[in-house]
């Protein structure tokens, strides 16, 4: 998600020089094939991952076990975790250093042997390093098992542990877990770093039924009470994928490997909406890459507080109850998150300073999903509604943020202060510019390479570039390689603000911005019929046209909007946080009890950051309270974030 010593002042330069690279990833040393790259004013960086406290330069996690029982009246988990360590330096190294914070450690063990352990002075906003001593050594190539006794706390920033009340029926509790950016260190010991992949397996005791980012292992967990979930993860994954949910979660398939999992409540509205795309989005990408990896594709629906639209847990990505919203409308979620298989999961960047390779390749695809399922035209209908979040975002940071490059230095920055759409849209940009200059035709070849040379490993922006240029000036034309080496490299990786924009297919939107254009008359009588054969996503961009009005709308004509197109009436949410976008510009205090209602029963921040930042600006006292009101219901993230918006810390 997001700043580190300003690379393009501090690093190595290299210009057109040929060097052999071996091991893209210290992560992955022992993984790799060496491979010969030309570089041509090659960056390369300092370092891979400013964001984690751990010594992963000098011990590889190779599996990592969990096992944990689920205390829902402490709200905490109880337990031990076994990390499965080597040693990858020359000389003798005697410490491991993981990551970890705010978690209760009671014991370090080597063989059933206590460890000399200790947990050092916080350095925030990182957590307290664990030091473990490893009395006799080990040289490059040795193994060790340490097995770490633990209870997470109340101060857990990874778990979100809901009351009954808070649940879609009221009858039991929930909790589940969101690791990313660098919250799996609040729930076990571990090198909290995405240039560090491991196997899990998961031993998960509870009273409910659990759900976790491994494939579910047949046990025996039958009956009332406590019963043991086993699941096991053989794909290495990092430590932000790492994933847990427990709570009253019914089934139902959606797709030939694929179910869904939610509240007994909410199970059959969550099938029909997933049901009709499901396979078809899993045949469009496996065509466009290759096979998928993981076994099953599983969507678990979550509560309403949940921070994100998805989060894609490999096997069973959490999904935002606000894509179910009776229409379908709003299924593109599950495209992106499933997309996430091949980019971020299967293919990872090496810290999150490099967001961008996880979130920009996997909107680019999510867009080709779209295109090959509902036309051509899909594809810039979609980014051009992203091209526009790309502009307030900009709009936000100020075109000279360093928020707003592609590339972000996080030397002492909480990723998730940097989190924003720019890695996903500047990314995407930067992808569909290099498609572009290639053709689709040759591009749509390089994509299957690229996963197939990067599976199960981690990269930064350089390695890309390498990987993209020694591609094309293998494979491609005479006319490509002169192309391609005038890509502006250095520009798109770090130069701020937006880039260059494109020349968009506007057959989807032109009908959209005819519509806007006739509202700025205050004299247009609109009717119902003018919506009618909008998709969702049309009226959205209706919608974010007039938000953009200047001088806006007054309130008498917001209210005419959303009574006419019945959309403060709608049940979805990416229609009613834009009208309400409208409404508050306009200074509708009508709407006020809409919007608070809203902010109380969701917790996705792509809705709540923006109407609270507006609301604070017409009525400060009434945004404290209902933040106050509401901020128990909201998740760690969600919280801080929040908080930090409104002035309160």
């Not at 990833?25 to 993984?31: D, E, K, V």
């Not at 035209?377 to 992203?386: L, N, R």
């Not at 608070?596 to 604070?616: A, N």
């Not at 009525?619 to 309160?648: C, H, I, M, W």
């Amino acid at each position: 998600m997001r700043g580190l010593t300003n690379f393009s002042q501090s690093s190595l330069l290299f210009k057109s020089i040929h060097i052999t690279i071996r091991s893209p990833s210290l992560a992955s040393a022992r993984q790799q094939p060496r491979r010969s790259y030309s570089f041509t004013s090659l960056r390369m960086a300092p370092t891979r991952d400013p964001n984690t406290l751990s010594n992963y330069g000098a011990w590889l996690t190779k599996h990592t076990t969990v096992n944990f029982k689920v205390n829902f009246d402490k709200q905490r988990l109880e337990g031990s975790v076994s990390l499965d360590l080597e040693s990858l330096t020359d000389k003798e190294s005697n410490e491991i250093i993981l990551d970890t914070t705010c978690l209760d450690i009671s014991s370090v063990k080597l063989s059933n042997v206590d460890l000399k352990w200790e947990l050092k002075e916080t350095v925030a906003p990182y957590g307290s390093p664990l030091h473990v001593t490893i009395p006799e050594g080990a040289q490059k190539g040795d193994r060790v098992k340490l097995d770490i006794a633990l209870a997470t706390t109340k101060d857990c920033t990874g778990l979100q542990w809901m009351t009954p009340a808070q649940t879609g029926n009221k009858k039991h509790p929930f909790v589940y877990s969101q690791c990313q950016a660098i919250l799996a260190r609040s729930i076990l010991p571990c090198q909290d770093t995405p240039d560090v992949k491991s196997t899990f397996t998961f031993n998960i005791t509870s009273s409910l039924p659990v759900v976790a980012s491994g494939v579910p292992v047949p046990s025996d967990n039958s009956g009332e009470g406590e019963r043991l979930f086993r699941f096991e993860q053989k794909v290495p994954i990092p430590s932000y994928l790492f994933a847990i949910a427990s709570g009253d979660l019914a089934t139902a398939p959606i797709g030939k490997r694929s179910v869904v999992a939610a509240g007994p409540e909410a199970i059959k509205a969550a099938q029909w909406e997933l049901e009709d795309d499901m396979d078809k989005f899993l045949d469009v990408a496996q065509n466009l890459i290759f096979d998928y990896q993981w076994g099953e594709y599983n969507v678990l629906v979550l509560p309403p507080s949940f921070a994100y639209g998805g989060m894609e847990n490999p096997i069973f990505t959490f999904a935002t109850p606000t894509i179910i919203s009776g229409d379908r409308q709003n299924v593109d979620v599950i495209a992106h998150e499933l997309s996430h298989s091949w980019s971020g999961n299967l293919v990872t960047s090496c810290s999150w300073e490099h967001f961008w390779l996880n979130e920009g390749w996997t909107t680019y695809l999510e867009r080709r999903i779209g295109a090959a399922i509902h036309g051509g035209p899909q594809f810039d209908f979609s980014a051009i509604i992203g091209w526009k979040a790309l502009e307030d975002t900009v709009k936000l940071f100020g075109e000279d943020h360093e928020f707003t490059k592609l590339i972000i230095s996080h030397k002492g920055v909480d990723p998730e202060d940097a989190f924003s759409t720019i890695p996903y849209e500047k990314g995407f940009h930067f992808l569909w510019y290099l498609e572009r200059l290639v053709g689709r035709e040759h591009f749509d070849k390089f994509i299957p390479h690229y996963f197939k040379t990067w599976a199960q490993k981690s990269l930064d922006s350089f390695e890309f570039k390498a990987t993209f240029l020694d591609y094309f000036n293998q494979h491609g034309t005479d006319e490509i390689k002169q192309k391609v080496a005038q890509i502006p490299w250095e520009d798109r990786f770090y130069k701020p603000g937006l880039p260059p924009k494109p020349d968009f297919d506007t057959s989807y939107v032109d009908s959209c911005m005819a519509l806007a254009e006739k509202w700025k008359s205050s004299d247009y009588k609109p009717d119902l019929k003018d919506v009618e054969s909008f998709t969702s996503n049309q009226t959205l961009v209706f919608l974010q046209a007039v938000q953009d009005f200047s001088p806006c709308l007054s309130v008498e004509r917001a209210q005419l909007l959303g009574s006419t197109y019945n959309i403060s009436s709608s049940k979805n949410v990416e229609l009613k946080t834009a009208y309400y976008g409208i409404a508050l510009r306009a200074g509708d205090r009508e709407a006020f009890p809409g919007i608070c209602e809203l902010l109380g029963s969701v917790g996705r921040m792509k809705f709540v950051r923006p109407l609270y930042r507006q609301l604070v600006k017409l009525d400060r006292a009434l945004a404290v309270e209902t933040f106050e009101k509401n901020k128990d219901f909201y998740p760690s993230t969600t919280k801080g974030q929040l908080a930090k918006d409104l002035g309160l810390r």
